[in-house]
């Protein structure tokens, strides 16, 4: 009778362990800040992740490891290495695609591509395509034939105003 006992206690602790730690991890996007960099970003099932940065101007002024002003980094897995270290990634919203410049990178199980303001896509027009999102209802990324789907729960609350006015 007693091991039936402690059978039940450990089953419950486990239940409820599982439980605490699934309502810890939020789905969908996510933001916050960290080391002089404000953040927000979404993984997909599918092996992407997208993360829209914006370093704080003083924090890059201090440290010059934190990259200073708007950036996005998109990470895709299973996707063949990089023909060339500059390519087109295209977001693809609401069925229209908006072709992004951006610099590959092959790290291990991934390519991971960056955008960094030049001035064919300026800070202004990734504003507009990131606020853009806060209605849509599809979004996926696009490149070297390989496309991903990418989840948009929650990307109203973490593409905030004050995120997309990064300097």
Known sequence: MLRI???????AFLAVSASAQAQERREGWNSGYQMGTSY???????????????????AAA???AIRRGPSLEISLSKVSKPRAAAANLRFVVDGKATAI??????VPDAV??????PARF???RMARLLAGLHKAATLSVKVYGAQRDIPLTGVADALSDELLRCD
Not at 5 to 11: E, I, T
Not at 101 to 106: G, K, L, M, R, W
Not at 112 to 117: A, L, S
Request: aromatic share 10%; charged share 20%.
């Open 5 to 11: 006992g402690r059978a039940v206690v450990l089953a």
């Open 40 to 58: 927000a970003g979404v993984a997909s099932n599918g092996g992407a992740r997208v993360t829209f940065y914006c370093g704080d101007a003083r």
């Open 62 to 64: 201090a440290n010059p």
């Open 101 to 106: 410049p951006v610099t590959a990178e092959s």
């Open 112 to 117: 991971n591509f960056h955008w960094k303001p």
């Open 122 to 124: 300026d800070e202004t």
